[in-house]
C-alpha cells in the first residue's frame, strides 16, 4: 500500500501553513521573503503558486514509476515501498541527471555550495514510515492537503467529483501522468490553467530508456561474435595468401619501402606468425 | 638523425604571434574561471539553474569530446578488424586523438560533476537502469582500452620489447572490447535522452537517438581524421597522404548519407517534418546543423573535391561542425522550450571549454612530436622535437575559432 498525497485546489486558500511546516521539517529558514517566492528551490521544497484567483502547490510528485531514480547512476534516489522518492546525499555525485529527466522539474541543486546536494521533497519519508502524516498535511487547515493511502485517495477524489460536479474540473491529475504519480490534484479548472504541465506521456519514462537498455546484452554478445568472426577471417585469408606466397591482403601496402613499415602501430598479427 | 627533416627553421623560434597570444589568453581566463569554480561553486561559474541544469561542459565538453574521438574506435575497426591495410598511415593518431579526447572528457567532468569527488562512485554503486551508469562504465573502460591500445607507442619510442609483446598478446579481445565499448558510449550519449520525450524538441527527440549518435560519430570520426592529417601535414611538415584521405572522404560521404537517410526517415515517421515551417529559433539550428551536413556530402561524392586537399579539408570540417551542432542542439538548445527558460553559457563556461580545446591542441602536438605518431616521421626526429616542445604549439586556426 503506498502513500500518496491529494491536494485539492478549490480548498486551497493560500495560508503557505504546508511551507512552513515543510521548512520546520527540513530545518530551513522560513521568512516572508522566502515566503514571496512562488517558486520550489533547494531552501523550498514547496510552494504555493498562485494563478489568477486560484492556487496551486507544488512539491515532488514521488512518481510511481520515478524518472529520477531509474536516471540515477549511483542509486542515490530510491522508490520506496511506502511511496516516497528518497535520497542519499552521501551517494550523489553531482550529475544532475534527475533534474534533466525529472519531467516536473522538481529536483533542485544548492548551486552555490562548493558540497552541493540535489534537494527535493520525500513526502516526509521518515515520518510516513513512523505512522506519522506527512508536516504539510498535518499543518493544513482545510484539508486541502490530505495524507494517505494511494487508491484510497484516488477512490476520494473521485468521490468529490461525482458528489460536486460543478466545482470541480472532471479529472485527477496524477492518476495516468508518466504512468501516475503519488501527489494527486483536483481543480475546478484545466490543470494547465493553473500551471500543471498537462504535455507529459502517459506511460512511466523509465520504459522510454529500458527498451534501449535492455538491448545492451545482445547488442555486446552480438558484437562481439561478430567483430571475432571478421577479424578471424581476415586473419584466415592473410594466412593462406601468405603460405600460397603471394602478397598478404588484398588492399595491402607495398613492402614496406621505408624500411619500418613493419612496426607501425598496435603489433600486427602478421608479424607475430612470423 | 638528421636535424633538417623536421619543422621550417621559422617554426622554432618562441615568437609571439597572434595564436599564441590567444592561446595563452584562454589558458588565462581558464584558469581564472577554475578558480570561481573551485571557490565559488557551478552557482558562480556557470548560468546553469534549477530548469537548466546541464549546460555546455555536457553539450560540449563531454558528448561532443567523446564524438570527436570516435575516429579510435572506427579505425582500429577498419584496420584491424577488416584488415583494410591502407589507412594504417592514420591509426596512430587516430588512437591518440581517442585516448586524448577521453582524457579531456573526463577532465570537463570534473569541472561540471557537482562532486567532483565522487567521480569514481558508479564504479561501486550501481544502478544498471541508469544510462549515466552505462556512460561512466564505458568512459573508465574505454579510456583504459585506449591507453592500452597506446602503450605499444610508447614502447615502440622506448625500445621495450617485453611490454610490448604482452600488449600484443591480448591486441585481438582488447580492439574488440574497444569497439563494442565505443559503440555501448556512442550511442549511450544519445540514449540519455531518451528520458526527456516531452521536454526536448521533437526535431530532435526520436526513440533512434542513439543509433543516430553512434552514426554520426563514425562520420565524425573520419572527419576528425582528415583534419588532423591536414594540420599534422602543416605542423610537421609532412606530405598529406591525399589519395588515402580522399578515399577516406568517399567512406565518409557514404557514412554521412546513411546519417541523413536514417534521420530523414525518422522525422517523416514521427510526422514531425512540418515543424521545419515555424520560424522559430529550433528551426534555423535545425537548418544549420542539416546543412552542415548536407553539403559536404553531396560534394565529397565529387572526385574532384575529395582530390583536392582544401575542399576535402572544408568538407571534413563542415562534418565536424555539423556534429558539433547537433549535440549542442540536444545537449542545450533543443531542450530550452521544453524546459520553460533560456540559457546562455557564462564566460566562464566558455573559458574553460576553450582551455580544454586549445590543451587537447597543444598535448596532441606535443605528444605527436615526441612519439612515433606518424610514420614518416618515425624515427630520427628527436632534435626537431626537443626544440619544437618547448614553445608548444601553434594554435590552429580552427581551434579557437
Known amino acids: ?153 484516488i ?6 467529483i461525482a458528489e460536486k460536479p460543478g466545482q470541480y474540473y472532471g479529472q485527477v491529475y496524477g492518476l495516468k501522468e508518466v504512468g501516475g504519480t503519488s501527489v494527486l490534484y483536483l481543480s475546478a479548472v484545466p490543470f494547465e490553467q493553473i500551471g500543471l504541465r498537462t504535455g507529459v506521456p502517459s506511460e512511466p519514462l523509465p520504459d522510454y530508456t529500458w527498451r534501449v537498455l535492455e538491448l545492451l546484452p545482445d547488442v555486446v554478445s552480438t558484437g562481439a561474435v561478430l567483430l571475432g568472426g571478421i577479424w578471424w577471417v581476415t586473419n584466415r585469408r592473410e594466412e593462406v595468401a601468405k603460405a600460397e606466397g603471394r602478397s598478404p591482403r588484398r588492399s595491402g601496402r607495398p613492402p614496406s619501402k621505408n624500411g619500418q613499415g613493419g612496426h607501425a602501430v598496435v603489433p600486427e598479427k602478421l608479424e607475430g606468425r612470423k | 638523425m638528421t636535424l633538417g627533416t623536421g619543422t621550417p627553421a621559422a617554426k622554432r623560434w618562441p615568437r609571439i604571434t ?24 557551478l552557482g558562480g561559474s556557470t548560468n546553469l539553474s534549477d530548469k537548466f541544469p546541464w549546460g555546455l561542459w555536457i553539450a560540449f565538453d563531454v558528448m561532443c569530446g567523446v564524438a570527436l574521438a570516435a575516429g579510435g574506435f572506427t579505425l582500429v575497426a577498419i584496420v584491424h578488424i577488416f584488415g583494410i591495410e591502407k589507412y594504417r598511415p592514420v591509426l596512430r593518431p587516430c588512437i591518440l586523438t581517442a585516448f586524448l579526447g577521453y582524457v579531456l572528457v573526463v577532465v570537463g567532468l570534473l569541472f561540471d560533476l557537482g562532486r567532483p569527488d565522487r567521480l569514481w562512485h558508479p564504479l561501486v554503486m550501481w544502478n544498471p537502469h541508469s544510462v549515466m551508469f552505462e556512460v561512466a562504465w564505458c568512459v573508465t573502460l574505454y579510456s583504459t582500452v585506449l591507453f592500452l591500445e597506446f602503450v605499444p607507442v610508447v614502447c615502440e619510442r622506448f625500445g621495450w620489447a617485453k611490454p610490448a609483446e604482452w600488449i600484443h598478446r591480448i591486441s585481438v579481445p582488447l580492439m574488440i572490447l574497444g569497439i563494442l565499448l565505443s559503440t555501448l558510449h556512442q550511442s549511450s550519449l544519445g540514449s540519455l535522452f531518451l528520458i526527456v520525450p516531452a521536454k526536448l524538441y521533437p526535431l530532435w527527440y526520436s526513440p533512434v537517438l542513439p543509433l543516430l549518435f553512434f552514426v554520426s560519430a563514425i562520420a565524425v570520426g573520419l572527419a576528425m581524421t582528415i583534419f588532423e592529417s591536414w594540420h599534422s601535414s602543416r605542423a610537421f611538415g609532412r606530405a598529406l597522404e591525399l589519395p588515402l584521405l580522399a578515399s577516406l572522404g568517399r567512406v565518409l560521404a557514404v557514412t554521412m548519407s546513411v546519417y541523413l537517410w536514417i534521420r530523414f526517415l525518422d522525422l517523416l515517421q514521427r510526422g514531425v517534418l512540418p515543424l521545419v515551417a515555424r520560424n522559430r529559433m529550433e528551426t534555423w539550428l535545425f537548418a544549420l546543423e542539416i546543412g552542415l551536413a548536407l553539403v559536404p556530402t553531396v560534394l565529397l561524392y565529387q572526385r574532384s573535391v575529395r582530390m583536392r586537399p582544401g575542399a576535402l579539408y572544408a568538407c571534413a570540417v563542415m562534418v565536424v561542425f555539423s556534429v558539433i551542432a547537433n549535440r549542442l542542439n540536444v545537449g542545450t538548445t533543443g531542450l530550452e522550450a521544453g524546459s520553460g527558460t533560456h540559457y546562455t553559457p557564462k564566460w566562464s563556461e566558455i573559458a574553460i571549454t576553450l582551455s580544454i580545446v586549445a590543451a587537447g591542441f597543444a598535448i596532441f602536438r606535443m605528444v605527436a612530436g615526441y612519439f612515433p605518431i606518424f610514420e614518416a616521421q618515425a624515427h630520427g626526429n628527436e632534435h626537431a622535437v626537443a626544440e619544437v616542445s618547448p614553445q608548444k604549439k601553434e594554435v590552429d586556426p580552427v581551434a579557437v575559432g
Not at chain 1, 477512490?155 to 468529490?160: I, N
Open chain 1, 155 to 160: 477512490g476520494e477524489a473521485q468521490r468529490r
Open chain 2, 18 to 41: 597572434v595564436w599564441r597570444a590567444i592561446f595563452a589568453a584562454i589558458l588565462l581566463s581558464g584558469a581564472y574561471a577554475t578558480y570561481l569554480r573551485i571557490f565559488y561553486g
Open chain 1, 1 to 153: 500500500m503506498s502513500k500518496a498525497i491529494l491536494y485539492d485546489s478549490t480548498l486551497c486558500i493560500g495560508c503557505r501553513a504546508c511551507e512552513s511546516a515543510c521548512a520546520d521539517r527540513w530545518g530551513l529558514p522560513y521568512d516572508d521573503k522566502i515566503a514571496a517566492e512562488e517558486k520550489i528551490s533547494a531552501h523550498k521544497l514547496t510552494t504555493i503558486e498562485t494563478h489568477g484567483d486560484h492556487f496551486v502547490r507544488r512539491l515532488c510528485m514521488n512518481c510511481v514509476k520515478p524518472a529520477c531514480a531509474s536516471v540515477c547512476p549511483v542509486g542515490a534516489l530510491q522508490k520506496t515501498a511506502l511511496g516516497p522518492v528518497t535520497y542519499d546525499a552521501d551517494k550523489c555525485m553531482g550529475c544532475r541527471y534527475c533534474m534533466q529527466a525529472c519531467p516536473f522539474q522538481v529536483p533542485t541543486y544548492e548551486w552555490s555550495s562548493r558540497l552541493p546536494r540535489m534537494r527535493k521533497c520525500n513526502e516526509c519519508y521518515e515520518r510516513q514510515s513512523q505512522g506519522k502524516l506527512t508536516a504539510c498535511a498535518e499543518a493544513c487547515p482545510t484539508g486541502a492537503t490530505k495524507c494517505g493511502d494511494r487508491d484510497e485517495l
